[in-house]
């Protein structure tokens, strides 16, 4: 999954991913927030996602097979990650972001 908005910019950014409940849940059920706002995203790779207890979480790499373009690590800097217990609203989200301002 690719969103639209460059985040080249040598700025911080406040990126928010909320996936909500679901028995099969896909990597087009995920949305992505840039900064408060929805993403368009360009759903590259459209497999199933696996919640399951013992299943690896991974920040800053992309999950799925190798033969996708750039299978790059990120080159960056992560800042105060957090999972929570359940799916922000994109009210919640858009407070988050500002608090990162």
Not at 41 to 56: E, Q, S, V
């Amino acid at each position: 999954m690719a969103g639209e908005t460059s985040l080249a910019d040598n700025q911080w950014h406040h990126i928010g991913v909320v996936l909500g409940p679901s028995e099969s849940p896909r990597v087009q059920d995920v949305r992505i927030y840039i900064d408060g706002r929805l993403e368009p995203a360009n759903r590259i790779f459209d497999g199933p996602i696996d919640t399951l207890a013992g299943a690896d979480v991974r920040f800053g790499m992309r999950a799925g097979p190798a033969v996708l373009p750039d299978w790059t690590p990120f080159n960056g800097l992560l800042d105060e990650l957090r999972i929570d217990g359940r799916a922000l609203t994109a009210e919640e989200i858009a407070e988050l972001a500002t608090l990162t301002q």
